[in-house]
């Protein structure tokens, strides 16, 4: 949960992903962390060259942690992608699956599409792996729950 | 085999199996109580599930975020049920899929053993005596009904949970153009969850003027996909005849009500509602045991007891947790001492027998006998003085858990709280009163516990741990009432 003073709400209201230009060197992006509770609202400014992003300055985050999380989601934000494979042959549908490791934010649409259509044959075992190396992220799809097959 | 021993045919045809414990849920909750009363030496103990699975909500739960605390690594919903359900496969604990529970009697008086009513394709209905029994029903969502928006009455109205079941497991996307109304976590997650399969969320909205779902749920589940999301609005009408077309949307004040002329239409085919959860407790109130209004749960103390003695409550029926961690722990609390008072109950009866033996060989009919009669109406008078420390809400605080201490309370006890808005660098201060003075200002009994919170909101369960001596004090001052409040600065 969070709480915004209603600056920072309207802020967030206009721009919420989009980075604004301050010059073409120098961009500001700001954060709300989700480290702990707390929530702190941490500025940042960074430099993008062709995608190559340095950063300048960190502000506003009241522990460490919370400075790492900020300068991880400039430089190369990541997550988890969770979501369901078909099964074939199974007492269910469908499987759950995760990936293995975080992938990059910007391959998650492309993981999506590759998971919907491929297909498992039951029985899936949980941590058993699903894809390899999906989208040349580094990480796998595995299977996160079990599906019998049918006899 | 087995059934066959346990199973009586009674006079009215009724088949009747015999248990120890009886859980009623196969949750994370039901899980967790009938493992630890396992490992803590029950035996004859049963899951009652009215689903065809074990795991409640879990397997549907197909995100990361359970486990930090408890397993101290981050699983998905599936996972997490995982490793309950296959550790549960290495004990004798029966489960009965499928079945029903339609009533429980566990009189306080006249009848040490409870009685549970079921029913199943396989038994039909059928019996359950158990001399304990630990209540892990869970909750169920608020619907549209519980809101009541005005406007038509059109498909694709749905509340997150269940939309979050037709997607994750049958396969279905319920729609194209998604509005939530507000900002559960359920809602959040399922927002993410949809744009992920291809549909549009196109806007999230709260009444409140915060959100009620978790910090890392409004960033990943929303602004990770730039979706709108608006506080202090609400839903005030749904548009659509034979499906949702639209909705009105408005600004609410600050009492909550929608102010005229802040009227919005947006476009949607699909209202999604994560408005709140409801402890389920129709067995419990029908039981006739001690219901909190706030909670919506049974009272309970710190052993997990409610108002009957040998029944137990645990997880989401008593109050609805953030995080299934807490409900793993809150459950083998209930279970440890389920199976505790279950030795203590075969011991008291293994005594009476003894003594029963012994009259015989002796002849001697007048001394040292307890009749059963007797012996009941000793453990209600147990019972009556046990409950003898009321927990109370004070000031900022909505409700605690548990509600009730015993007199016979040992150790570091942690109370559960929920606060009734967002407080920053403020104390959550715990002061006791004797129970006869009774209007004495908050702050101005004993102080027992006095701590600085950062920040505490609505949102997310807070908690203070009572130490051991802390209790003993409490205990040797003769506290009635403890009372928990928030002193601002």
Same mark, same amino acid.
């Given at each position: ?22 010059? /073409? ?15 702190? @609202? ?27 999380? @900020? ?6 934000? !990541? %997550? ?63 299977? $996160?729950?079990?599906?019998? @097959?049918?006899? | ?56 909500? &879990? ?28 550790? &549960? ?105 949809? $744009?992920?399969?291809?549909? /549009? ?35 005030? /009408? ?17 009492? &909550?009500?929608?102010? /005229? ?15 709140? &959860? ?27 007891? $409610? ?20 409900? $793993? ?50 453990? #209600? ?5 046990? #409950? ?9 605080? %909505? ?64 908690? !203070? ?17 403890? %009372? ?6």
């Amino acid at each position: 949960m969070r709480i915004l003073d209603e600056k920072a709400e309207l802020e967030l209201e206009h721009d919420v992903l989009e980075s604004k230009m301050e010059s /073409k060197e120098e961009k500001k992006k700001r954060f709300v962390c989700v480290v702990c509770p707390m929530g702190c @609202a941490i500025d940042t400014k960074y430099a993008d060259k062709d995608g190559e992003v340095k950063i300048k300055e960190v502000s506003g985050a009241e522990c460490s942690r919370g400075k790492v999380y @900020a300068e991880l989601e400039v430089t190369k934000p !990541v %997550r988890t992608l969770t979501t369901t494979m078909r099964v074939i042959g199974g007492k269910k549908k469908l499987v759950p699956v995760k990936t293995s490791k975080p992938v990059p934010k910007n391959k998650i649409f492309a993981c999506m599409e590759e998971i919907n259509r491929s297909r498992v044959q039951a029985p899936v075992y949980v941590g058993q792996v699903l894809i390899k190396n999906i989208q040349n992220s580094g990480a796998d799809v595995i299977a $996160t729950y079990e599906v019998e @097959a049918w006899n | 085999m087995n059934e066959k021993r346990k199973m009586n045919e009674k006079k009215d045809g009724l088949r009747r199996y015999e248990y120890e414990i009886a859980v009623i849920g196969g949750g994370p909750a039901g899980l967790g109580a009938s493992l630890s009363a396992w490992k803590a030496g029950g035996k004859k103990i049963v899951i009652l599930e009215r689903g065809a699975e074990l795991g409640g909500i &879990l397997p549907q739960c197909i995100h990361s975020g359970f486990g930090l605390h408890y397993f101290g690594e981050e699983l998905t919903g599936p996972e997490y049920a995982y490793r309950f359900i296959s550790e &549960l496969k290495n004990t004798e604990v029966e489960v009965k899929l499928d079945t029903m529970v339609l009533e429980i009697s566990a009189e306080i008086s006249g009848d040490m053993r409870k009685r549970i009513l079921c029913v199943n394709a396989k038994d039909g209905i059928f019996e359950i005596d158990a001399r304990i029994i630990i209540l892990a029903m869970g909750c169920r969502e608020r619907t549209r009904g519980a809101l009541q928006i005005p406007g038509s009455r059109p498909a694709g109205v749905y509340t997150a949970g269940a939309t979050q079941r037709y997607v994750n497991i049958e396969g279905y996307l319920p729609g194209k153009k998604i509005f939530v109304l507000g900002s559960g976590d359920i809602g959040l997650i399922m927002a993410r969850r949809l $744009t992920l399969e291809g549909a /549009k969320v196109v806007m999230v909205c709260e009444i409140m003027p915060y959100s009620c779902g978790l910090n890392r749920n409004i960033v990943q589940c929303v602004e990770d996909f730039g979706i709108p999301l608006r506080f202090s609005h609400t839903v005030t /009408k749904v548009h659509g005849r034979e499906r949702v077309e639209g909705v009105t949307i408005c600004r609410v004040d600050e009492k &909550l009500k929608p102010i /005229k002329g802040s009227e919005e239409y947006i476009e949607c085919d699909t209202l999604l509602l994560s408005v709140g &959860l409801i402890p389920e407790n129709e067995l419990t109130r029908n039981a006739g045991i001690m219901i909190d209004e706030r909670t919506g749960g049974p009272v309970v103390n710190e052993n997990m007891e $409610t108002s009957i003695k040998g029944v137990y409550a645990c997880g989401n029926v008593v109050h609805v947790h953030d995080l299934v961690d807490n409900v $793993t722990k809150e459950s083998e609390r209930a279970g440890m001492n389920a199976a505790k008072a279950l030795f203590e109950k075969v011991e008291r009866e293994r005594e009476r027998i003894g003594n029963v033996e012994y009259r015989k060989d002796n002849k001697d009919k007048d001394k040292n006998v307890e009749y059963e009669g007797d012996r009941e109406g000793k453990d #209600n008078e147990e019972k009556e003085d046990e #409950n003898n420390i009321r927990l109370s809400a004070g000031k900022g605080v %909505r409700y605690t858990v548990p509600q009730r201490l015993t007199n016979r309370v040992k150790g570091d006890v942690e109370v559960f709280f929920r606060v009734t808005e967002v407080f920053r660098d403020s104390k959550i201060v715990v002061d006791g009163v004797d129970g006869v003075d009774e209007g004495v200002d908050e702050g101005k009994g004993e102080v027992y516990v006095s701590q600085k919170r950062r920040v505490m909101n609505p949102g997310e369960m807070q908690s !203070v741990v009572l130490k051991k001596e802390v209790i003993e004090d409490i205990l040797s001052d003769g506290v009635g009432e403890l %009372r928990f409040f928030i002193e601002c600065k």
